[in-house]
Nanobody, 128 residues
């Protein structure tokens, strides 16, 4: 059974940092493209950052570029989202997801319909 489990969320003050982890079981992450998404209350789920399957392409939402870093450790079968300089508007449930689509193999894409395996989400709250 393909499964993703996120961890690392919590409450942090504005300007602080968190590192989210996404551990895979039932498959190896380097055979899939991996994306981080978030959903704030009352808003639609949006792409935060995505990695192509082949690893040569990464994209970031404009709102997080320069503050967030998406990386994959194949030896641990885990993907990380390092989040720095957090802002209150980063408050959301964060999800990782995996895509086997050919459209995410070479070019990183955060189109939600391309992702078929989803984690349960982890809450990130940025507040003073």
């Amino acid at each position: 059974q393909l499964q993703l489990v996120e961890s690392g969320g919590g409450l942090v003050q504005p300007g602080g940092s968190l590192r989210l982890s996404c551990a895979a079981s039932g498959f190896t992450l380097d055979t899939y493209a991996i994306g981080w998404f978030r959903q704030a209350p009352g808003k639609e789920r949006e792409g935060v950052s995505c990695l192509s399957k082949k690893g040569g392409s990464t994209n970031y939402a404009d709102s997080v570029r320069g503050r967030f870093t998406n990386s994959r450790d194949n030896t641990k079968n885990t993907v990380y989202l390092q989040m720095n300089s957090l802002k209150p508007e980063d408050t959301a449930v964060y999800y990782c997801a995996a895509s086997s689509s050919i459209f995410t193999a070479v070019q990183a894409r955060c189109a939600i319909p391309l992702y078929s395996v989803w984690g349960q989400g982890t809450q990130v709250t940025v507040s003073s």
